[in-house]
């Protein structure tokens, strides 16, 4: 089964960038729809940003849009989620999940439901 490692994560103070990593291992990403998902203590999780790693399609939540960017290193079966400009709202545990129908990046790009595999999550806080 396909395996998400998520890093990366760590404090950081507001206004600075933050870079989480994805790793995959057992399948090759070449054609998935990679998510970014986040989840602050007693709130849903939500949406941050997706892409279709065949075609390169994205999407984000607009509450990141201009300030995260999303990206997919087919070499190094990888998918990497840049984040500047950080608030503290944008403190949370961040998962990386695949969907196998990278279309959904598009179509559905935040029905957990198209998303089979996940990470175990990754923390991020934003304080002074």
């Known amino acids: 089964q396909l395996q998400l490692v998520e890093s990366g994560g760590g404090l950081v103070q507001p206004g600075g960038s933050l870079r989480l990593s994805c790793a995959a291992s057992?399948?090759?990403?070449?054609?998935?729809?990679i998510g970014w998902f986040r989840q602050a203590p007693g709130k849903e999780r939500e949406g941050v940003s997706c892409i279709n790693t065949s075609d390169g399609s994205t999407n984000y939540a607009d509450s990141v849009k201009g300030r995260f960017t999303i990206s997919v290193d087919n070499a190094k079966n990888t998918v990497s989620l840049q984040m500047n400009s950080l608030k503290p709202e944008d403190t949370a545990v961040y998962y990386c999940?695949?969907?196998?129908?990278?279309?959904?990046?598009?179509?559905?790009?935040?029905?957990?439901?198209?998303?089979?595999?996940w990470g175990q999550g990754i923390q991020v806080t934003v304080s002074s």
């Open positions: 999940a695949a969907a196998p129908r990278p279309w959904i990046v598009i179509t559905a790009p935040w029905d957990e439901y198209e998303y089979e595999y």
């Open positions: 057992g399948r090759s990403l070449d054609y998935y729809g």
